[in-house]
């Protein structure tokens, strides 16, 4: 089991960028996981958003790609996602999650286990 926890987000304009980051401690290290990123806007449901394997492989949603990057620092235990260009229907709520399968369309599959997430951390886009 690992513990989640998200930082980064903020109020940014339109066209702005933005960092976030996901800290992964507990028993097991982040090398262990397929990690990605969702997001929930108000009102709607979650929605996978990007995602990176062990391997490095990456998966994005549509409408993110070219402007969001994933990364990983599995020596640091920690996920990161660049978030350029902002839009504001890029506003909501951003959650980490680590997950034991493997990639299909922008997500981690679960695996073996139940995943984990984190509490989220919140990104608003003004115009």
């Known amino acids: 089991q690992v513990q989640l926890v998200e930082s980064g987000g903020g109020s940014v304009q339109a066209g702005g960028s933005l960092r976030l980051s996901c800290l992964v401690s507990g028993p097991n290290t982040a090398q262990q996981y397929c990690m990605g990123w969702f997001r929930q806007a108000s009102g709607k449901n979650r929605e996978a958003v990007a995602a990176?394997?062990?391997?490095?492989?990456?998966r994005y949603k549509e409408g993110v790609k070219g402007r969001f990057a994933i990364s990983r620092d599995d020596g640091k235990n920690t996920l990161y996602l660049q978030m350029n260009s902002l839009k504001v229907d890029d506003t909501a709520m951003y959650y980490c999650?680590?997950?034991?399968?493997?990639?299909?369309?922008?997500?981690?599959?679960?695996?073996?286990?139940?995943?984990?997430w984190g509490h989220g951390t919140q990104v608003n886009v003004s115009s």
């Open positions: 999650a680590a997950r034991r399968g493997s990639l299909v369309g922008a997500m981690c599959t679960l695996g073996d286990g139940p995943g984990e």
């Open positions: 990176i394997d062990r391997d490095g492989s990456t």
